[in-house]
Every structure is written in C-alpha cells, then in structure tokens.
C-alpha cells in the first residue's frame, strides 16, 4: 500500500531518463529533468507517483496540478530562452513511464519545424553549458 503521508515515496525515475537528462527541480508534483542535448532547451515533467503510464492514471488533482505545473515550466523556459514557440508532448514509446516533454522552439533552430525527435544524433551538453543552464533555470523555478 502507497504511504499517502507520502505520496512519492515509491517513485522511482526511469533508469533512461536518469541516464539522459540532469535534474533540475522538484515542484508539487513532478520532477523536472533537462534533456542532455543541447541543440534545443528541452525540459522533462515527470510527476512522482509510482507506475503512472498515462495521464488517466493520475488522479483529478493530479492532473490539474500537472496541467499548471507544466504551464509554468514552459513560460520559464520560454523567457529564458526567447523562444518563439513551446512544445508539449507526450510519447512514451521508448519510455513507458509517464513523462512530459516541454521543448523551447525557434526558426530556424536543428529541424525546425520538425519534430525534436529522430532528428539527427544527441548533442550532449558541455559541462559548464550544462551548469549555467541548470543554474539559470534552477533560479527561474524558485
């Protein structure tokens, strides 16, 4: 039984998205990851709560706070990075835990205006690009 003192104390990250990304911040709900790939800035909502697959797995106030909390990440990441157009998706094709992705778009950055995914090979970030970005949206989502 799920301790509700604690409602994420089950949780646990996908070992894919522990690999791929570096964690940024823990809101209400959801955790947020930055995709290491620098090509686009391009954030990951995963809310705790263990064995969630779809959104209709979360409970009403879940998916409410999910619905702000990703509203919020992604006017963040829009001001931050000047972009034109903010992306929100969910897959789960390679990943079946639940997980959003909210990815900052411009003219003319790789793909535009294609999707992010299968588009060419991960540009991993450099470690102090990764840093003042971590540190830049750390600040942002206090």
């Known amino acids: 039984m799920q301790d509700i003192s604690n ?3 089950a949780f646990t990250l996908d070992p894919r998205l522990q690999a791929d990304t570096f964690p940024v911040a823990d809101l209400g709900l959801c955790r947020v990851l930055l995709m290491n790939d620098a090509r686009w800035p391009w954030l990951i909502l995963v809310p705790r709560r263990p064995g969630i697959v779809e959104i209709f797995d979360l409970g009403a106030d879940d998916r409410h706070r999910l619905a702000d909390e990703s ?5 963040t990441l829009k001001s931050l990075v000047s972009a034109e157009k903010t992306n929100v998706a969910t897959l789960g094709n390679v990943v079946r835990a639940f997980h959003l992705h909210v990815v900052a778009r411009s003219a003319g950055d790789p793909g535009w205006p294609g999707p992010v995914w299968g588009f060419g090979a991960r540009l991993p970030y ?7 970005r971590l540190r830049s949206l750390r600040e942002s989502l206090r």
């Open 7 to 9: 409602p994420d104390a």
């Open 71 to 75: 509203a919020r990440v992604a006017a």
């Open 126 to 132: 450099d470690e102090p690009a990764a840093e003042a």
